[in-house]
């Protein structure tokens, strides 16, 4: 058997599934020897300037069980993942030297951070080839129809321009490597308490009670679509606030990339063909749509929109009063609704649609509190945290994004529409019995 010329090194970041991957399907395709490598980089795990962890326990415990699924998918394809607790410019440049890699396969990022490290990388290898492939899209960048600088200021207008012209790209398969590259892996995926933190058990409220992985993706998947059929009943559902299916819950898997929008696409369209179309249906594409709008208005933007004034450029009057933030983190605002959720997410590391809009909008015009602080701590806790999606939406709540409306949330009025009989508030605000 001739060897194969060249050796591919699979970066793998925020793209951790061996179905429908992009990059992995370029590394894989020419029968080149292939090589994972995920870093748990120290830095996600330290404390940022707003004085939160940007990696806290529960998305690290996500993310372990995440990488333990990958490494097992991987291997049924013959290739081996090496996992380091260490910073990416201190592992890749000794990988591409010990292993002769030819060519490094990673998906694009083009956030602040993710460039920052890849440039470091880069400075530190030399006669490597890169391969940046988009990976994370619904609608790809390259098959859209219109200037990714000119994408559109409100939503609806570039929901309008895609959803029937272009197409979206039919799942890619990633074939079985022929034999693996044969070397000495002796890494381990880090522990929580590798990672700083102390083993928890998850609380028996969560509304998200799932592992992280591409497994327990698809099984959910397989679930709510074709064995209970709540995708039929997404759209009246999608608002509520107690339990595991009043919506898809497929954000967290989304965010590190167990699974992608395109399987999911694929899969609402196999239902429709098998059972039923109807709103409902329609709608789960619509929230795809909405993520999608989130990454391209970041590439549109690039760094604006971590910035106070946001896209916008509004100069208001913001106030970092650290009680107010602390009252809000806890729960102790003057709002029972506003609490309730704020203890659901620390507790949980989750929190509904409904409920994120309407403490986003308390935290920023109700106390007119730096939005940047609310989104760091959601950055922090949330399990489904996504920088384009989280940095979006705070932006658009904050009133310096893509509403047009600038619309303020009067958190009473949502309660007593969203949790008229008060189940959600009674179940995170009475004393546990745990």
Not at 290 to 297: A, G, L, N, Q, T
Not at 393 to 415: S, T
């Amino acid at each position: 058997m001739q060897k194969a010329e060249k050796r591919h090194l699979v970066w793998f970041r925020n793209d951790l599934r061996t179905i429908d991957n992009a990059v992995l399907h370029e590394a894989c395709k020419d029968g080149n020897e292939v090589l994972g490598v995920y870093c748990f980089d120290p830095k996600h795990f330290e404390v940022n300037p707003f004085g939160f962890k940007k990696t806290a326990k529960f998305r690290a415990q996500f993310l372990i069980e995440t990488l333990q699924d990958l490494k097992e998918q991987l291997h049924r394809l013959n290739i081996d993942l090496l996992v380091y607790h260490d910073l990416p410019e201190v592992v890749i440049p000794k990988i591409c030297e010990s292993h002769q890699v030819t060519d490094i396969f990673l998906q694009n990022e083009w956030t602040q951070e993710e460039v920052d490290t890849e440039n470091l990388v880069k400075s530190k290898i030399e006669d490597v080839t890169w391969h940046p492939i988009y990976n994370q899209f619904l609608f790809h960048p390259d098959d859209i129809n219109f200037n990714i600088y000119k994408t559109p200021q409100v939503f609806t207008v570039f929901r309008k321009k895609l959803e029937k012209y272009v197409e979206i790209r039919e799942e890619l398969k990633i074939e079985k490597q022929t034999e693996n590259l044969r070397i000495d892996n002796n890494t381990t995926i880090p522990t929580l308490g590798d990672l700083g933190f102390e083993d928890f058990q998850r609380h028996p409220h969560s509304a998200f009670p799932f592992k992280g992985g591409m497994t327990e993706a698809i099984k959910r998947l397989n679930d709510y679509f074709f064995n209970t059929k709540k995708l039929g009943f997404y759209k009246k559902t999608r608002n509520g606030l107690v339990g595991v299916d009043y919506s898809s819950k497929f954000s967290s898997w989304l965010a590190n990339g167990s699974i992608s929008a395109g399987i999911i696409y694929w899969n609402v369209k196999q239902f429709e063909k098998e059972h039923y179309k109807n709103q409902s249906t329609y709608w789960l594409i619509f929230e795809l749509i909405w993520r999608d709008y989130f990454k391209y208005v970041s590439l549109k933007h690039g760094n604006q929109i971590f910035k106070l004034e946001g896209i916008l450029k509004k100069d208001y009057e913001w106030s970092s009063n650290k009680i107010q933030i602390e009252k809000w983190i806890n729960g102790e605002t003057q709002s029972d609704f506003v609490n309730a959720n704020m203890i659901e997410l620390k507790e949980t590391g989750w929190m509904s649609n409904r409920g994120r809009q309407n403490v986003a909008s308390y935290f920023a015009k109700e106390l007119e509190l730096d939005w940047r602080i609310g989104a760091s701590y959601f950055e922090s806790l949330l399990l489904d945290y996504d920088v384009h999606s989280n940095y979006g939406n705070w932006m658009y709540v904050a009133g310096v994004g893509n509403d047009p409306r600038d619309r303020k949330f009067n958190v009473q009025l949502q309660a007593e529409r969203y949790d008229a009989n008060g189940k959600f508030r009674n179940l995170w605000l009475q004393p546990s019995l745990f």
